[in-house]
């Protein structure tokens, strides 16, 4: 404990008998115990007010990085924002530049910008709307044609 061998207590012990005597020595052993055990309580006490100091310092730390990390991410968040409103401006002037040099260029479009529904030619077949069938069923398969009841009570007779 304090570097004290055996042979070391055991003179300690015999001075105390031969001051304190018989009598008195069970009395000053458990007063030297009540201090020791005071002294240790002590100790332990100082020692886990040191460790929550350490640890509330630890968690004010950790708390402090986390905000400097907040702040430079916000501050990252801002400059990205203001990169794009940049780009979204650039991207308006240019778009507003093509707009006024259509409009300084002549009132009819060139032919590769007409409406194919504007070229002359024969008008395109209407299709025939595909029954629901067709439409809801699988892709793959040929759509099936719409039964009547005539057909269901001819093929209910046939199965007869």
């Known amino acids: 404990m304090f570097g ?3 042979g070391e207590l055991m003179i ?3 001075v105390a008998l031969i001051v304190l005597g018989p009598e008195r020595l069970p009395k000053a052993a458990r007063f030297a115990g009540l201090w020791i055990r005071r002294a240790r309580a002590q100790w332990y006490s100082v020692k886990s007010e040191l460790e929550r100091e ?3 310092e630890d968690l004010k730390r950790s708390v402090r990085d986390a905000q400097r990390s907040i702040e430079d991410v916000g501050t990252q968040l801002r400059d990205a924002g203001q990169r794009a409103r940049a780009g979204l401006d ?3 002037q240019e778009a507003g530049d093509l707009v006024a040099q259509a409009r300084r260029m002549s009132g009819e479009p060139p032919a590769t910008h007409r409406s194919l529904d504007a070229l002359p030619g024969p008008p395109a077949p209407a299709e025939p709307p595909l029954p629901p069938e067709a439409i809801a069923g699988d892709p793959t398969r040929p759509p099936v044609p719409a039964s009547t009841d005539a057909d269901e009570e001819t093929d209910r007779g046939a199965a007869r």
């Open 90 to 92: 650039e991207v308006r």
């Open 54 to 56: 350490l640890a509330a």
């Open 12 to 14: 300690i012990a015999l």
């Open 4 to 6: 004290i061998g055996t």
